[in-house]
């Protein structure tokens, strides 16, 4: 699975701002899809993440309210809907793929198998 993400921009606080992650492969379906962020000097964090039929959504309190994860298996894309950003959402965007194993959480890093480039989110205040 290739997975490429974008819409990532420039923005002001209070903004929103929806990302897109595109994955290749026809097995796209069976996967978890997350969604990770990497803030200036400081560890990729998780996001949240979304069940292979997008039945289930799990996130970080940072961002639980504000940010919702969806998903396209037509189209094999995932989204992440940012709103009300705050200048702390500033970071690379990265999505990654997870083949399922029973888990619920999904919420670290070496649970994912596939990784796209990441997209910057620049958030002013």
């Known amino acids: 699975v290739q997975l490429q993400a974008s819409g990532g921009g420039l923005v002001q606080a209070g903004d929103s701002l929806r990302l897109s992650c595109a994955a290749s492969?026809?097995?796209?379906?069976?996967?978890?899809m997350g969604w990770f962020r990497q803030a200036p000097g400081k560890e990729r964090e998780f996001v949240g993440r979304i069940s292979w039929n997008g039945g289930g959504t799990y996130y970080a309190d940072s961002v639980q309210g504000r940010f919702a994860i969806s998903r396209d298996n037509v189209k094999n894309t995932v989204y992440l809907q940012m709103n009300t950003l705050k200048p702390e959402d500033t970071g690379v965007y990265y999505c990654a793929a997870a083949r399922p194993d029973g888990s619920t959480l999904y919420r670290t890093m070496s649970k994912y198998n596939y990784w796209g480039q990441g997209t910057l989110v620049t958030v002013s205040s």
């Open positions: 492969g026809r097995t796209f379906s069976s996967y978890v």
